[in-house]
C-alpha cells in the first residue's frame, strides 16, 4: 500500500510540472466598459509558444473572445493604433488585425494597413510579466 501511494504522488507531481502559464494585460478605452484585453497562455510548461486571444468589451453590449496567430515567446510585442474612433489596429510580428468596438468584432489582415492609424502603446513583456506600455 505504500509504494502504490508513492506513485500516486510522483504522478501527482509530474501532472503539476506539465501545467502551464498565462498573464493578461488591458487597453482600458475612455472608462472601464470599454477595453481590449489581450490573454497569452501556455498551456504546458514545454510549450514553444505563446496561444494568444483578444478579448474586445464594449459593456453592456457585447463582449467577444478571438483567437489569434500564436506568438514567439522572444521578444514578445503587440502594438496598437488608432485609426478612428472605436477602431483599433493591431501588429504582431507579420500579422496585422483591426477590432471595433462597436460589435466586439475583428478581422485579421492580408496585407499589413497603408496607415494603422495613431500609436497608442503597445502590449509587451516587462520582467516576465505582460502589460501595456501607453504611447508618449
Same mark, same amino acid.
Not at 497562455?41 to 467577444?64: H, I, M, N
Not at 477590432?99 to 485579421?108: T, V
Not at 496607415?115 to 516587462?126: H, R
Given at each position: ?6 506513485? *500516486? ?5 509530474? *501532472? ?17 466598459? %470599454?477595453?481590449?484585453? *489581450? ?12 496561444? *494568444? ?51 466586439? %468584432? ?31
Amino acid at each position: 500500500m505504500m509504494v502504490r501511494k508513492g506513485w *500516486l504522488s510522483l504522478a501527482a507531481a509530474a *501532472l503539476l510540472a506539465g501545467c502551464g502559464s498565462g498573464d493578461t494585460a488591458s487597453l482600458v478605452i475612455d472608462g472601464p466598459d %470599454n477595453a481590449l484585453t *489581450l490573454e497569452r497562455v501556455k498551456p504546458y510548461a514545454w510549450s514553444g509558444e505563446w496561444q *494568444l486571444q483578444l478579448v474586445v468589451r464594449r459593456f453592456p453590449d457585447c463582449q467577444r473572445r478571438h483567437d489569434l496567430i500564436a506568438a514567439s515567446p522572444e521578444g514578445f510585442k503587440m502594438e496598437a493604433f488608432s485609426p478612428a474612433p472605436g477602431a483599433y489596429v493591431l501588429k504582431q510580428g507579420k500579422h496585422w488585425y483591426v477590432a471595433e468596438l462597436k460589435s466586439c %468584432n475583428l478581422q485579421a489582415y492580408k496585407e499589413p494597413p497603408p496607415e494603422p492609424g495613431t500609436p497608442v502603446g503597445a502590449f509587451l513583456e516587462q520582467d516576465g510579466t505582460l502589460r501595456f506600455q501607453k504611447a508618449p
